[in-house]
T-cell receptor, first 111, second 117 residues
C-alpha cells in the first residue's frame, strides 16, 4: 500500500528543470519523519539519491535537490539530461503503520 | 563499500513458503537495520520488514501474519520467509541496509520470485 502520492509521470527537454512532488499526511511526512528519494534506472535496483530531505550521498550530482514542507516533499532535477530518464520514488516512515512507506513512483521522461 | 546479494529459488508453488537469503559482504551486519523490499512486475516498491542486528524485527502490517525475517551474524546473512504465497507475491525481492527511520543506502541487485504451479 502506498501512502505517499507522486505524479505518475513528468517530462522535460534536456537542460530544463523538473520537479516531482511527494504528498503524505500527518502520520508520516507531516509528523516530522525525514523523506528520502531513490532513482531506479530500467532493470536495476533503486539507488539512494537524496536522504534526510535535502542531503546528497557522495557521487550524486548537485543537479538533484530535495526539499520538504508540511506534509509534502519535492525532488528537483535541474539541467535535465538523457541519463536522468528513470523512475523516482520517495520514502519515509509512517507512525500509524509503524513501518516504512514508499511513494507511488514517478517516471521521468527526457523529451 | 558494502555489498548485498540475494539468493533463493526463483519459482515457488502457490500455498508454499518463499525463502530468500541476503548475504552481506565488505561490511559488518552489526549496528544496522536490514530490510526486505519487493517490487511486483511493472509496479512500485513495497517494504516487507526489517531485522535489527540484535534480532528485533518489524513487519509491514499487511504482510505481518505471513512474514518471518531472521539473522545469522556468524554468516553475515539475513533471511526472509513468506508463507502461503499466491500469484500476488510474484515480485523482484530486494534486500537493503537501512537506519532507524532512515534511508536504505545499499541495495542488492534483486531476485525475481515467481509464484506458479
Amino acid at each position: 500500500q502506498s501512502v505517499l502520492t507522486q505524479p505518475p509521470s513528468v517530462s522535460g527537454a534536456p537542460g530544463q528543470r523538473v520537479t516531482i512532488s511527494c504528498t503524505g499526511s500527518s502520520s508520516n511526512i507531516g509528523a516530522g519523519f525525514d523523506v528520502h528519494w531513490y532513482q531506479q534506472l530500467p532493470t536495476t535496483a533503486p539507488k539512494l539519491l537524496i536522504y534526510g530531505n535535502d542531503n546528497r550521498p557522495s557521487g550524486v550530482p548537485d543537479r538533484f535537490s530535495g526539499s520538504k514542507s508540511g506534509t509534502s516533499a519535492s525532488l528537483a532535477i535541474t539541467g535535465l539530461q538523457a541519463e536522468d530518464e528513470a523512475d523516482y520514488y520517495c520514502q519515509s516512515y509512517d507512525s500509524s503503520l509503524s513501518g516504512y512507506v514508499f511513494g507511488t513512483g514517478t517516471k521521468v521522461t527526457v523529451l | 563499500q558494502v555489498q548485498l546479494q540475494e539468493s533463493g529459488p526463483g519459482l515457488v508453488k502457490p500455498s508454499e513458503t518463499l525463502s530468500l537469503t541476503c548475504t552481506v559482504s565488505r561490511g559488518p551486519i552489526g549496528s544496522y537495520y536490514w530490510s526486505w523490499i519487493r517490487q511486483p512486475p511493472g509496479k512500485g516498491l513495497e517494504w516487507i520488514g526489517y531485522i535489527y542486528y540484535s534480532g528485533s524485527t518489524n513487519y509491514n502490517p499487511s504482510l505481518k501474519s505471513r512474514v518471518t525475517i531472521s539473522v545469522d551474524m556468524s554468516q553475515n546473512q539475513f533471511s526472509l520467509r513468506l508463507s502461503s504465497v499466491t500469484a500476488a507475491d510474484t515480485a523482484v525481492y530486494y534486500c537493503a541496509r537501512g537506519y532507524s527511520y532512515g534511508p536504505f543506502d545499499f541495495w542488492g541487485r534483486g531476485t525475481l520470485a515467481t509464484v506458479s504451479s
